[in-house]
């Protein structure tokens, strides 16, 4: 290993424990904040709700409790022309370009659905949910769910405990399960 390397890898190291200590601070380290929050101007790592796109957050919770299908739910928010959450970001921020980020620039079942999901809603901080397995590589394992850093009560919630899990349990009632024995050899690849 050449000295270049050799310092590289150093570097790395130390960043990577400065993120991990924010983490376990409950500091949010994230490149972009979540669809419905905004980093506060005081504290670069706190996050505070974005009073435009909140109510579409909690709009969209209230029609997942209510039983509305994510493709119903996406429908409703194209027809009504609300921005997706990559168009809101970059038209909020003029350096990026949708083209790069996104291709269909709509609101699908699967954003919703990622939405629905995100503990962030809550209050909470979830991080570490991914890690690059070197400074050399781009490629990105997922951690199981233990190895997340989860900090509670971080930032004012815009979803309360009791709707969130009215969610959940509606979206898992609504999984298929499998029929038949057939698995494909390709499947989580």
Not at 1 to 22: A, G, H, P, Q, W
Not at 91 to 119: F, G, I, M
Not at 170 to 176: A, L, P
Request: include cysteine.
């Amino acid at each position: 290993m050449c000295i270049r390397d050799r310092y590289c890898e150093t570097f790395s190291k130390n960043v990577r424990s400065v993120f991990l200590s924010k983490m376990n601070q409950g500091k949010f380290v994230g490149s972009s904040c979540p669809y419905g929050y905004m980093r506060d101007s005081e504290d670069h790592n706190h996050l505070i709700i974005d009073e435009e796109a909140a109510p579409i957050v909690s709009k969209i919770f209230k029609m997942a409790a209510n039983g509305v299908r994510l493709v119903e739910i996406a429908k409703y928010l194209n027809d009504n022309d609300i921005l997706s959450p990559i168009m809101y970001r970059c038209r909020n921020n003029n350096h990026l370009n949708p083209d790069r980020h996104s291709k269909r620039k709509q609101w699908t079942a699967s954003t919703v659905s990622k939405l629905l999901y995100n503990r962030v809603y809550l209050g909470e901080i979830a991080q570490r949910k991914t890690t690059k397995i070197s400074f050399k590589s781009d490629m990105i394992i997922r951690n199981p769910k233990d190895d997340w850093i989860v900090v509670p009560n971080m930032h004012d919630p815009i979803i309360d405990q009791e709707t969130f899990n009215l969610v959940q349990r509606i979206r898992r009632n609504r999984t298929c399960t499998k029929k038949g024995g057939f698995h494909n050899v390709f499947s989580g690849l």
